[in-house]
C-alpha cells in the first residue's frame, strides 16, 4: 500500500472518529439541555436584573425572542432606558446618551446574543449556513474539563464549552476578525434554571476580549404567543 493511501484510510478513519464524537456530544447536550421541549415556546421572555463590574447598582433588563433570530433588549440604565433590537438583518441602538434617535449598530454583536440564546438551542443556529459544526476534541475553560462544540468559518469562530460531567453548557465565546485582530464576546454560564422542561441559563457573566464586564441574573421566564414584528425593528420611544 503506498503511502497517499495510508494517509487516506487514516484521515478517514480520523474523521470518522471526530463524527461520531460531534453526535455524541450533541446528543447528551440535546437531552441535558431538554431541547426536545422549547419547539414549544413560540416566543420567549427574560427579565431580571445586571450589575456591571465595579458597581453595586442592579439594573433592570428584559430580553424578547422570536424565532429564528429575531430580538429585542431593553435595559434601565442608571435611571435611562436604553433599546436594542435585532431583526435579523439589521441591528440598533437607542439610549439617551446619543440622542433620541436609534442608531445603526454593528449586527455582528446581536448574532452572537442570537445564536447563544437561540429558544431552538445552541447547535441549531447557522446564519445564512456561512458555518460548519466541528467537534473541536477536549479543553479546558476556567480550569475545568470542558468539551469544544464551535460554529467556524473564515473568520468567525463560535466556541461551546460543553461540561462532561453535566453534558450542560460552561460557555459560549464569539471570535471574529475586527480591525486586523480577533475580536471575542463570552457568555459564562454560572447557573441554570429550569422552564417549561427545559434548562435556560439563569446566572451568566458576559467577557468581552476576556474582561468581565457584566453580570446577569434571570429572575423570570415568560412565554408569548406573538410580538408585533416592528418590535425588533429600528426603536423608538414611542413603541
Known amino acids: 500500500m503506498t503511502k497517499i493511501s495510508i494517509w487516506i484510510l487514516l484521515f478517514l478513519f480520523t474523521a470518522g472518529l471526530q463524527a461520531q464524537d460531534l453526535q455524541s456530544v450533541l446528543d447528551k447536550t440535546s437531552l441535558a439541555l431538554g431541547l426536545d421541549a422549547r419547539k414549544a415556546i413560540p416566543v420567549l421572555e427574560t427579565s431580571g436584573h445586571f450589575i456591571m463590574d465595579g458597581t453595586d447598582a442592579k439594573m433592570p433588563f428584559k430580553l424578547i425572542q422570536q424565532r429564528p433570530d429575531l430580538l429585542r433588549v431593553e435595559t434601565i440604565l442608571f435611571g435611562f432606558k436604553a433599546i436594542q433590537t435585532y431583526n435579523g438583518t439589521a441591528a440598533w441602538m437607542l439610549t439617551p446618551t446619543q440622542g433620541l434617535e436609534a442608531v445603526k449598530k454593528d449586527a455582528r454583536d446581536m448574532e452572537f446574543i442570537a445564536a447563544a440564546t437561540s429558544i431552538d ?119
Open 121 to 239: 438551542g445552541p447547535f441549531a443556529y447557522n446564519k445564512d449556513n456561512k458555518y460548519t459544526l466541528r467537534y473541536l476534541g477536549n479543553d479546558t475553560y476556567n480550569g475545568q474539563q470542558a468539551e469544544v462544540v464551535a460554529w467556524t468559518s473564515s473568520e468567525e469562530r463560535l466556541k461551546y464549552y460543553v461540561n462532561p460531567d453535566t453534558w450542560l453548557i460552561d460557555a459560549v465565546r464569539y471570535e471574529y476578525k475586527k480591525n486586523g485582530g480577533w475580536y471575542s464576546m463570552e457568555y459564562r454560564i454560572k447557573a441554570y434554571m429550569e422552564y417549561q422542561g427545559a434548562q435556560f441559563p439563569s446566572e451568566i457573566a458576559a467577557l468581552v476580549n476576556g474582561v468581565e464586564m457584566i453580570n446577569l441574573y434571570v429572575k423570570k421566564l415568560n412565554t408569548l404567543e406573538q410580538v408585533a414584528p416592528e418590535q425588533f425593528g429600528k426603536p423608538s420611544y414611542m413603541m
